[in-house]
């Protein structure tokens, strides 16, 4: 079994946790990220800096400037990854990001960055199933995970194909917006989650607005996983380079929570 | 022989978008239902007669059409060549091109049951024209506009609140039409079920790049029957100033296939190609940034590069799809002019016609000025003035050293 499958088959939901890399800098992302794993995440979205985060709020549009301010490169990003891969032999990493810097230097060469960095996935925001030759050809003959996004306007008759060639795990976007505002109505998310979930094959993560520990808690009794960024990256932003405690304490009350949802109910 | 479809270059894009390898839809996942929404609509649109006759009455009876076409003889015998034609574009009401395509737009809108407009503008002539046409549809409408351009159009800031727009200074990045345009986006992904995002130039995602090139293309229906008219026969060299496109592509796509027809884009140069500038097409390589592929400014990683130009309404650092994908076939040629040669452009018409052009179409008329004195007597340059510099005697005060 893949490493992202294995996160999801832990008999519990897994804890998905997301911070932009080289944010504050490149050198300071690793003890970030090693927080993130000791904190109990279950699997790590590691954020490709970009000029222009279009589906971003302010908290990760910060955090991209910040890490682009701080010089960080494409080839900063992978090497966090393949240091990241060296030190966690087995907690998955994700690759999360925008379509320009992925496939720049072309898809095939992309594919193969990470391969070499160990990266299990990538999430690309603005390559809808529609443009997927752009990028999920090149993932998928290099056997990375293409986590594709659903969100409320992806309805029954789109859903197939949001989910045809995707792996890892479906990212369900709860709500029609950009990361890190208001969160959805629980019961819109409870709804929204059976519905995918009777024609995904794949688990099903739930992100976007998600901050506290109680949200998360109340996600995690029906979905696969829980999927916070914004939060972890405020901290980032408050404490920069000695951020690591922090995140690790936030971290581990919210996997916590996550992976006890459904004991009361078993 | 069976008959053949001639060869066309006006049968772009394909059914998924693309222009070439060009255009797309490169968006995120809540926006995309939207857009396949849209594009289904725009066609029904297209082949509503309806749909035109509206449109056709409001570009008759608001907007001024058909705007005229205009030969510059003190221009022409200065430059001591080829003759210069205008396309007046100009003298549309709000005083340039933009407000044929918002009339487009607000009417699919409707037709779409939106209740409410958002609009990102960069010199401001395309929010003052969705703020215009809003008010005369009595929609709700709401720019963005980055911080510096706010401070450097503070005219047209003034207009689009007399209209009734609410106007949304955006400070993220260096506060230009790059960064209005991911705050646009990010207000139409949250409010995607009751708002219509009216893009201003011909970019974006599919079938954005069609439908603004359609509605402008009314610019070069115009001039080609104009042309034929008046004087019986068609312009030798179309000339059109590009920013993201959308005036040029409207005059150029009408004469597409007529052979003998050549056109030439002109980018904004800024302070030179060797320095800041915003020319896409001359400083630029494909890649995908607001929904389509296209040239861009960008570096080795992807990251996107600020444009420059003195005029607010070029200094974006893509281009329209359509212009990429006429690029790489080579129908048209593409040039660019720097701020000094635009401000001499400006000038000269000020000076031999009577006409104070926008700093926009001033790059077109540098563009003129060189090309015409290279061209024989008997040839015709049509150029298109896409808008009144009137908001721009300010800034051309000030880089004059004059001081008001």
Known sequence: MSRLSNAFAKGRPALVTFVTGGDPTPDATASILDALVEGGADVIELGMPFTDPMADGPAIQLANLRSLGAGTKTADILRIASEFRARHPEVPLVLMGYANPMTIRGADWFAAECVKAGVDGVICVDIPPEEDPELGPALRTAGVSLIRLATPTTDHARLPAVLEGSSGFLYYVSVAGITGMQQAAQASIDEAVARIKASAAIPVAVGFGVRTPEQAEAIAKVADGVVVGSAL??????????????????TAALAAAVHSARKGAL | MNAQTP????NQPDERGHFGQFGGRYVAETLMPLILDLEQEYRKAKADPAFQAEFDDLLEHYVGRPSPLYFAPRLTEELGGAQVWFKRDELNHTGAHKINNCIGQILLAMRMGKTRIIAETGAGQHGVATA???????????????ATDVERQKPNVFRMKLLGAEVVPVTAGAGTLKDAMNEALRDW???????????????GPHPYPELVRDFQSVIGK????QMLNRIGRLPDLLVAAIGGGSNAIGLFHPFLD??????????????????????????????????????????????????HSISAGLDYPGIGPEHSWLKEIGRVDYTSVTDKEALDGFQLLCRTEGIIPALEPAHAIAAVKKVAPTMGKDQIILANLCGRGDKDIFSVAEHLGVSL
Do not use: W
């Open chain 2, 258 to 307: 007529d052979a003998s027809v050549k056109m030439l884009g002109v980018e904004a140069a800024g302070h030179g190609l060797d320095k800041e500038h915003a020319a896409s097409l001359a400083g630029g390589r494909p890649g995908i940034l607001h929904g389509n592929k296209t040239y861009l400014l960008q570096d080795e990683d992807g990251q996107i590069t600020e444009g």
């Open chain 2, 7 to 10: 060869n066309s270059f006006r």
């Open chain 2, 189 to 203: 992904v949250a409010n995607v079920h009751n708002t219509f995002y009216i893009i201003g130039t011909a970019a």
């Open chain 2, 132 to 146: 215009t046409v809003c008010a005369r549809f009595g929609l709700p409408c709401v720019i963005f506009m980055g």
């Open chain 2, 222 to 225: 115009e001039a080609r029957a």
């Open chain 1, 233 to 250: 990256v405020d901290l980032v932003a408050k404490h920069g380079a000695d951020a690591a405690g922090p995140v690790k304490e936030l």
